[in-house]
């Protein structure tokens, strides 16, 4: 996520750079709950968050944002991915059910991941330390040392969010066929209820070697944020220059080049659009 998340971030700044002298834009790695705080403190100017998070956020209602923050506005909605619990095909652990006892990461701490990650296992009655109890563990690792855990089969079940197919599985299946874990619809149906920011989504059968049925889940929405308090002519500038040259942008994946699309820029309002990406989506008519 964080890898795709600095490549596009460091294009659109490449593209901006080119088109505006007055402009630098740098590219530099943060985390989903970081990039947020970040921009409240004005630390950064502009920063990427998935839905969910940002929905918490302006909130106030997990950590780390103890309270609402207010200097966040939207640029555009970027790309949908699903979150998806895998496991090697051949693990006995076939639906989220199966769990219990297994060695599972949830991904690092302080990204979006993880937090829906754990929602997802208490929407279906299960903790951490239920896990753990049935003799499993939990860890909190990155993509890399994921794929390197179950290549050397020290970790039983595996959490991704990024576009479908997801290449860390791909590359896990050079040696071990995946699956994708099934979740239960009846309590996916109220989670989503519960959580209209999550969206339902299907992995497609086929997808994965060893993936032979459709599996439900649910996706978010990769969002480009900035400083409310940041100026309006040079949003306004960001916005143009990342949409004028969008199949630049989004060479670097088909299924982003396909996703991340002008009329896709406003599909989850659950910020307040800046007022310098307001402008342009007017100009375009994409909105009143």
Same mark, same amino acid.
């Given at each position: 996520?964080?890898? !795709?998340?600095?490549?596009?971030?460091?294009? =659109?700044?490449?593209?901006?750079?080119?088109?505006?002298? +007055?402009?630098?834009?740098?590219?530099?790695?943060?985390?989903?709950?970081?990039?947020?705080?970040?921009?409240?403190?004005?630390?950064?100017?502009?920063?990427?968050?998935?839905?969910?998070?940002?929905? *918490?956020?302006? *909130?106030?209602?997990?950590?780390?944002?103890?309270?609402?923050?207010?200097?966040?506005?939207?640029?555009?909605?970027?790309?949908?991915?699903? =979150? %998806?619990?895998?496991?090697?095909? +051949?693990?006995?652990?076939?639906? =989220?059910?199966?769990?219990?006892?297994? +060695?599972?990461?949830?991904?690092?701490?302080?990204?979006?991941?993880?937090?829906?990650?754990?929602? #997802?296992?208490?929407?279906?009655?299960?903790?951490?330390?239920?896990?753990?109890?049935?003799?499993?563990?939990?860890?909190?690792?990155?993509?890399?040392?994921?794929?390197? #855990?179950?290549?050397? !089969?020290?970790?039983?079940?595996?959490?991704?969010?990024?576009?479908?197919? *997801?290449?860390?599985?791909?590359?896990?299946?050079?040696?071990?066929?995946?699956?994708?874990?099934?979740?239960?619809?009846?309590?996916?149906?109220?989670? !989503?209820?519960?959580?209209? %920011?999550?969206?339902?989504?299907?992995?497609?059968?086929?997808?994965?070697?060893?993936?032979?049925?459709?599996?439900?889940?649910?996706?978010?929405?990769?969002?480009?944020?900035? !400083?409310?308090?940041?100026?309006? @002519?040079?949003?306004?500038?960001?916005?143009?220059?990342?949409? %004028?040259?969008?199949? @630049?942008?989004?060479?670097?994946?088909?299924?982003?080049?396909?996703?991340?699309?002008?009329?896709?820029?406003?599909?989850?309002?659950?910020?307040?659009?800046?007022?310098?990406?307001?402008?342009?989506?007017?100009?375009?008519?994409?909105? +009143?």
């Amino acid at each position: 996520m964080a890898r !795709r998340w600095f490549t596009i971030a460091a294009s =659109i700044g490449e593209i901006v750079n080119d088109a505006y002298s +007055d402009l630098v834009l740098t590219a530099t790695v943060g985390a989903a709950d970081t990039n947020l705080l970040n921009l409240e403190d004005g630390s950064v100017d502009i920063a990427w968050c998935t839905n969910d998070g940002v929905v *918490a956020a302006l *909130a106030g209602a997990r950590e780390p944002f103890t309270t609402p923050l207010n200097n966040v506005r939207l640029i555009a909605c970027a790309y949908e991915s699903p =979150i %998806e619990i895998a496991a090697p095909a +051949d693990s006995g652990i076939d639906s =989220i059910y199966d769990v219990v006892g297994a +060695d599972f990461n949830t991904f690092i701490v302080g990204g979006t991941l993880q937090v829906t990650v754990e929602k #997802l296992l208490n929407a279906h009655g299960i903790t951490y330390d239920d896990i753990t109890a049935g003799g499993g563990t939990i860890s909190y690792v990155g993509y890399d040392e994921q794929t390197m #855990l179950l290549q050397d !089969r020290l970790l039983d079940v595996a959490t991704y969010m990024t576009a479908v197919p *997801a290449s860390q599985i791909v590359e896990v299946e050079t040696s071990i066929p995946m699956h994708v874990l099934e979740l239960d619809p009846d309590v996916m149906e109220q989670f !989503r209820a519960e959580h209209p %920011e999550y969206q339902k989504y299907v992995v497609p059968a086929g997808t994965y070697k060893g993936q032979d049925k459709d599996v439900e889940t649910v996706s978010v929405v990769h969002m480009i944020l900035c !400083r409310a308090d940041l100026d309006e @002519d040079v949003v306004y500038e960001i916005t143009k220059s990342m949409w %004028e040259n969008i199949s @630049d942008i989004t060479a670097i994946h088909a299924t982003i080049a396909k996703e991340m699309t002008l009329d896709g820029a406003c599909r989850s309002m659950v910020a307040e659009l800046h007022p310098g990406a307001e402008r342009y989506y007017q100009e375009v008519g994409l909105i +009143d």
